[in-house]
């Protein structure tokens, strides 16, 4: 006949073992799994952790100290609320905001990007993707020997924190203040060389042309540049999303 189960168990669980009879027939895992009890544990002494109020900044409640803690509340609560009403207004960035790259452009139109990867390896967040392409004279996208045939970053990944930019020779990648980067599909916001590259101002020509100022080294000697400043060349980039036709700003 089996067993009944004590109060509270049901006959499918285990007893437990101080439960379990003992003797003959009772395995001995069992019958010595229960630690045997050595002897009154000794006392905690509970007042050497006890809070000592002495230590603590006692509350209070004067009526000064009311008068310090809703002041400034109150002086709050009548000064003129300040909201900006974005999306319908859209207010300048500050000049060095980092927002969406720009790939730029040599005065002729060429491509300052030579296809290094260098912002890539510079990339904390691995954003970048390069490849490089050999120029041709029949078909030349940058001075000297390589392009940028294919480049994306990845805005999913992008931190913002400019160090792409800052490791770029020709100083070809920049930022500009665009931020509405918002999307609601991923695939989007991986922009390509196309949406990245600088509009052609007057008097550009889109590649691949030969150049157009010179030898190589006539493209990498600082000098006035002729027509608008790059910084219109992003401006009149329109983004994808953004306001920033208007308040665009750039920093070369
Ligand atoms: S801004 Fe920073 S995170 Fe974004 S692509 Fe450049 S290096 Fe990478
Ligand atoms: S953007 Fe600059 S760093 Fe990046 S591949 Fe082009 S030239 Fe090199």
Redesign the pocket.
């Known amino acids: 006949m089996a067993d009944t189960p004590p109060p509270g168990r049901s006959p499918d669980q285990p007893a437990d073992a101080a439960s379990l009879p003992t003797g003959a027939g009772v395995p001995a895992v069992i019958e010595n799994s229960v630690p045997a009890v050595q002897g009154t544990p000794a006392p905690i002494d509970v007042s050497a952790r006890r809070l000592n109020e002495d230590e603590f900044d006692q509350p209070n409640p004067t009526l000064a100290g009311f008068a310090a803690g809703f002041g400034l509340t109150f002086s709050t609560m009548f000064k003129k609320v300040y909201t900006q009403q974005y999306p319908f207004e859209v207010f300048p960035t500050a000049p060095r905001y ?1 927002g969406r ?1 720009v790939l730029n452009r040599h005065p002729d139109g060429l491509e300052k990007c030579v296809g290094c990867e260098l ?2 390896w ?7 993707y390069v490849e490089g392409g050999d120029n041709t004279e029949e078909a030349r996208f940058s001075p000297g020997e390589r392009y940028g045939k294919v480049y994306q ?3 999913l ?11 770029c020779p020709t100083r070809s ?1 920049t ?1 500009s203040n665009e931020y509405e980067l918002a999307l609601d599909n991923r695939q989007d916001l991986i922009y390509t060389k196309e949406q990245l590259m600088a509009p052609l101002l007057p008097g550009m020509e889109a590649p691949p042309h030969p150049m157009r100022l010179g030898d190589e080294k006539a493209y990498y000697t600082p000098r006035p540049q002729k027509g608008a400043p790059q910084r219109e060349a992003n401006v009149a980039g329109k983004p994808i999303t953004g306001h920033a036709i208007e308040v665009g700003g750039h920093h070369a």
Do not use: K, T, W
């Open positions: 980092h790259h912002c890539a510079a990339c904390p967040a691995d954003a970048i970053i990845n805005y990944r992008c931190i913002f924190c400019g160090l792409c930019i800052e490791a990648l930022m």
